[in-house]
């Protein structure tokens, strides 16, 4: 069985139970376990900031977060909340003292309905030094299509590109965009968001018919640039149906030892409680992702419900997800949480130098 432990920073001594459940009749690959988590500054009452904030300004909100090193200190980039198009965040140790900035990382979405929000950045350094964020927006047709905006400074601001860099209107847009460099090639990921077409999900408003439909997450080679796509996408993972109401979204990769590859996503609805980060593993980057298990889920004795859209830092150990801090309150405020990442075993990964 695929472990997961959880060590709290919040008061608490010892660790949570092992509460990971794989799917049925999967091999085990690794351990992957998350330590140490803690939640940062992000606590909301009634759609308000809180006064319980710890660190810097009260910032409340900030839902599907990615982390990078740039400009000497930590960055966290959020969806859209605190009145910004991207919001964006330090700090020195990539886990603690996260302090919201006052400028909006995105202050102009170019082709992008600014009215829409823009979801899930993700930022990347190119070989030039340029900061190149990936974004989730909404077009003239009223699709998500994924775009892509530079910047010199990792804060930004960044300035979109003239137009979109991966569109699917047909089969219902494309969301949740993430980079991935191995060293030798770059990539980048993304999910096709079969589910806003209906069908049978639950994730959806109104009554759910016919059958799932495919929410396929994509990768595709891009040019050291971190601007141009190359050769075509690859399909690596789909949903299981009703096993996850229909839905996986924001994939993340990372390499590990003997030169696989595990895939992080979320699945099931991002509302509910249900939702939680699973992994799966690969021989190859752009290959199907296989062993499926589940990394964080609802934990209600530490107060997370409904974990997800994680992000991990380049040295694969610091981590950043969001959840709800209240049961069954689908529109409840996500708030930032920080964790320590080890794989052992085959995989080993204990620690980085930064």
Not at 2 to 13: N, P
Not at 97 to 106: M, P
Request: net charge negative.
């Amino acid at each position: 069985m695929k472990g997961f432990v959880i060590a709290s920073a919040l008061g608490m001594a010892a660790a949570a139970p092992n509460v990971a459940v794989p799917y049925a009749n999967t091999a085990p690959s690794a351990n992957i376990t998350l330590e140490n988590i803690q939640k940062i500054d992000m606590s909301m009452a009634g759609g308000r900031p809180s006064k319980r904030t710890l660190h810097g300004p009260f910032m409340g909100d900030f839902p599907d977060p990615s982390i990078i090193w740039g400009d000497g200190s930590w960055k966290a980039y959020a969806t859209s909340s605190q009145g910004k198009h991207v919001p964006v965040a330090v700090s020195n140790d990539g886990l603690t003292g996260w302090t919201l900035q006052s400028q909006d990382a995105l202050p102009n979405t170019g082709w992008a309905n600014a009215g829409a929000g823009i979801w899930a950045p993700d930022v990347q350094k190119n070989d030039a030094g340029t900061y190149v964020m990936y974004f989730t927006g909404t077009n003239s047709n009223g699709a998500h299509c994924i775009g892509a905006a530079t910047s010199n400074a990792a804060a930004g601001p960044f300035t979109p590109t003239a137009s979109p860099l991966i569109c699917d209107d047909a089969n219902g847009g494309v969301i949740d965009p993430s980079g991935y460099d191995d060293g030798v090639n770059r990539w980048i990921l993304w999910k096709v968001d079969g589910n806003s077409r209906g069908g049978a999900t639950t994730c959806q408003g109104g009554t759910p018919s016919g059958s799932y439909m495919p929410t396929p997450i994509k990768i595709q080679r891009m040019a050291r640039d971190a601007l141009t796509l190359l050769d075509s996408p690859s399909t690596i993972l789909d949903n299981q149906g009703a096993a996850n109401d229909g839905v996986v979204e924001a994939p993340v990769i990372y390499k590990i030892a003997n030169n696989n590859y595990v895939l992080f996503y979320s699945a099931h609805c991002y509302s509910s409680d249900d939702y939680d980060i699973e992994y799966a593993f690969s021989s190859t980057i752009n290959g199907a992702y296989t062993n499926r298990g589940i990394l964080a889920r609802t934990i209600s004795n530490l107060g997370i419900y409904g974990p997800g859209g994680l992000d991990l830092d380049p040295n694969g150990v610091n981590v950043v997800f969001h959840g709800r801090t209240t049961a069954n309150t689908p529109n409840g405020a996500r708030n930032l949480y920080t964790a320590n990442l080890a794989i052992n075993a085959n995989h080993a990964i204990t620690g980085a130098n930064w």
